[in-house]
């Protein structure tokens, strides 16, 4: 297939896009100078949230140019430890913002700015909107460098087209920017699932993962595991579009063109939840919950069930493609008829609530609170809060079980738990925290309200107030008492907190505020040498934890 060939299918797809809303085709450049391969591409199933944007490849490099894809003006920096890491933003005049994540630095008029910045406000982290003519950028112009900062798995740059108006993400792919693939996707397995208690999947009201022929009776809905990859890629990426057929009539569509950013969390509804928690498999459910509001599907019949007749065969059938028109299926037949449902065993358990998925619900009792809003959850539930008494000496309150873990959320729920036998001095160092199935603790927080704690969670589970009286660890790198600099470029930091996480830190030399570089995956700070005057310092390093135990490390240095 010649290469002109080989694009053709993407064009077709953004023509088609354009039709309903225009794209203004290859008026945006990509960001890098060099062949592009992707480590990740629009859509691909993340954990909470699908893919806003593509990875581009920097062959494990930093320091790359970062191009602007096309003229406008740098609306937003953001800073931060996490998520982008170091990112910017650029409005362009034809209503679009581009999106360039995980970088390094930025050029040195924007890096001049950033850095006056941080050092009005005293901080690392810093969200900055800058005045529309500020800073103009033409088209190919260096914006910034390639890097590995935030929640970044590697080297690479994190590349987004949204539309500022809705401020949806849209497949960045649909503006003619070609990345060569002639890979089709791949079907790794194929799950079967009962829509109700009296459907019935050889024999039995459960689950099954296609093999052979399978026998199927009543409301039946399918998900099946799948990935795409590039040439050159090597990754599994996500499917751009899955069609699924039942005696050759669609029942299910969905197509990867754009997300919100408020409908991402969806994406726990769009897999099989309770599957990806036990197994770490990401299954792709042909299913469309009730309170599911992606705009991703298109057409779909009876949210994606359907019903099989007895003693009737069936003929099964996905069909898979990449933006690129590389197509995939894979097909097989069923048969249908009556099955006889084992009785369920074991002692009867509790009732429990059934909560409605468009309704606010509201739990209160002596010892917890309880509030879900409306279009927290997917579907309707039944749903169960009990409480037991805590063996740890650490815990401060009840055991609180609330709802079943395998049940995703879509928005934060409130929950208020009772303090007991605490002291004064403690009471800052306690709060909420999860504990998961596996028994590790995770910190949620809270707001002191007489004796009760309130925090916000988007999950189901355990939760019980703990104490955390342990301040974090500093380790020095590369300074020491009484150490010598001189072409030394930074003094580095490992800091480090095993419980409730590292909640804030801070430098100084000679009493004057420092800007110190945080990197978390390597549980690092450092901070880059400037002009010191003077020959003797005093360098003091502050890191507290989110249960306000602090560390301090001091030492003096010479800078000459």
């Known amino acids: 297939m010649s290469e002109k060939s080989r694009f053709l299918p993407l064009l077709l797809i953004a023509l088609q896009v354009s039709a309903q809303n225009p794209l203004p085709v290859n008026y945006f450049q990509a960001p890098l100078d060099t062949v592009l391969q992707l480590a990740g591409n629009f859509a691909e199933l993340r954990p909470n949230h699908f893919h806003a944007g593509i990875d581009i490849k920097t062959f494990n490099k930093t320091g790359m140019p970062v191009h602007a894809a096309a003229d406008g003006y740098v609306s937003r920096i953001k800073i931060s430890s996490f998520g982008y890491g170091k990112v910017i933003y650029i409005t362009h005049p034809n209503g679009f913002v581009t999106v360039y994540g995980h970088l390094s630095g930025f050029n040195t008029v924007i890096s001049d700015y950033i850095n006056e910045q941080h050092y009005a406000q005293k901080k690392f982290e810093i969200e900055l909107f800058p005045k529309p003519g500020q800073f103009q950028v033409k088209k190919n112009e260096i914006i910034a ?63 099954f993962v296609q093999k052979d ?20 890629g090597g990754g599994k990426n996500g499917v751009y579009s899955v069609e699924l057929l039942v005696n050759g009539k669609r029942i299910y569509y969905h197509q990867m063109d754009s997300i919100g950013f408020d409908q991402t969390r969806a994406i726990n509804s769009f897999i099989d939840y309770p599957w990806y928690l036990k197994k770490h498999v990401l299954i792709q459910r042909s299913y469309v919950e009730e309170n599911n509001k992606l705009e991703i599907y298109h057409n779909v019949v009876n949210r994606g069930v359907c019903f099989f007749d007895p003693d009737s065969s069936y003929h099964i059938r996905y069909i898979l493609k990449d933006i690129a028109g590389n197509t995939s299926s894979k097909e097989f037949h069923t048969y249908s008829k009556p099955g006889i449902k084992k009785p369920a065993s074991g002692a009867e358990k509790p009732k429990p609530v059934n909560l409605k998925c468009t309704a606010d619900y509201t739990y209160k009792d002596e010892n917890f609170k309880l509030f879900i809003p409306a279009n927290c959850l997917y ?19 009840l055991i609180n079980r609330i709802g079943d873990p395998e049940i995703p959320l879509n928005d934060f729920i409130s929950i208020s738990v009772k303090v007991f036998g605490y002291s004064d001095s403690l009471k800052k160092h306690l ?84 800007l110190l570089d945080y990197e978390y995956k390597q549980n690092k700070i450092s901070y880059t040498i400037g002009s010191l005057k003077g020959k003797n310092h005093v360098l003091k390093l502050l890191v507290t934890d989110k249960a306000h135990n602090q560390r301090v490390f001091s030492c003096n240095f010479s800078s000459l």
């Not at 309130?454 to 104490?467: C, E, I, M, R, S």
């Open 145 to 207: 460098y390639s890097g590995n900062t935030g929640n970044s798995g590697g080297p690479h740059v994190h590349f987004e087209i949204r539309s500022e108006k809705s401020e949806k993400a849209i497949n960045p792919l649909l503006f003619g920017i070609r990345v060569a693939d002639n890979q089709k996707p791949q079907i790794r397995q194929i799950k079967i699932y009962p829509a109700d208690q009296d459907a019935l999947i050889n024999g039995h009201n459960q689950s």
């Open 213 to 232: 022929s399978v026998s199927l009776c009543g409301n039946i809905y399918f998900g099946m595991e799948a990935f795409d990859t590039e040439n050159g």
């Open 379 to 397: 579907s309707d539930i039944d749903f169960d809060y009990r409480f037991f008494k805590s063996k740890n000496r650490q815990a401060y309150s």
């Open 431 to 514: 709060f909420i925290a999860r504990i998961s199935p596996g028994g590790q603790k995770e910190y949620i927080g809270g707001d002191w309200s007489a004796d009760f704690l309130t925090a916000k969670t988007n999950q189901f589970g355990d939760y019980q107030v703990l104490a955390d009286t342990t301040a974090p660890t500093i380790q020095a790198l590369t300074i020491s008492e009484g150490k010598k600099i001189t072409s030394q470029k930074t003094i580095d930091f490992k800091i480090n907190d095993d419980f409730s996480g590292i909640g804030n830190f801070e430098g100084f030399i000679d009493g004057n505020w420092i």
